[in-house]
């Protein structure tokens, strides 16, 4: 790989795309949530329980294994889904308590 011609134009290209894509990650994240959040109705409304601990180990599993192919450390890929999981099921048990 050369040494690009202006380091601080090369810079600013990279924090582009850099932001491109922390904008693309956050309005999945958004659509992410919306769908977890029909999923807490559904459950507030048949009285299920918040969390689901047997799909979170599949989902896990997968998205390890998906992190893998990706290069992206799994480790780095559980934690995040744990991380989101925690938010999820918080939303979940407020929807359950609201009914």
């Known amino acids: ?52 601990p047997g799909r979170e180990e599949q989902q896990v599993a997968r998205l390890r294994a998906l992190a893998e192919e990706a290069h992206l450390d799994p480790e780095f890929a559980a934690k995040w889904f744990n991380f989101v999981v925690a938010e999820v099921i918080r939303h979940h048990t407020e929807a359950a308590e609201a009914r």
């Open 1 to 52: 790989m050369t040494a690009p011609q202006d380091p601080q134009a090369e810079l600013l290209r990279l924090r582009a795309s850099i932001d491109n894509i922390d904008a693309a990650l956050i309005f999945m994240l958004a659509e992410r949530f919306r769908a977890t959040q029909q999923v807490g109705h559904l459950k507030a409304e048949h009285e299920m329980p918040a969390s689901d």
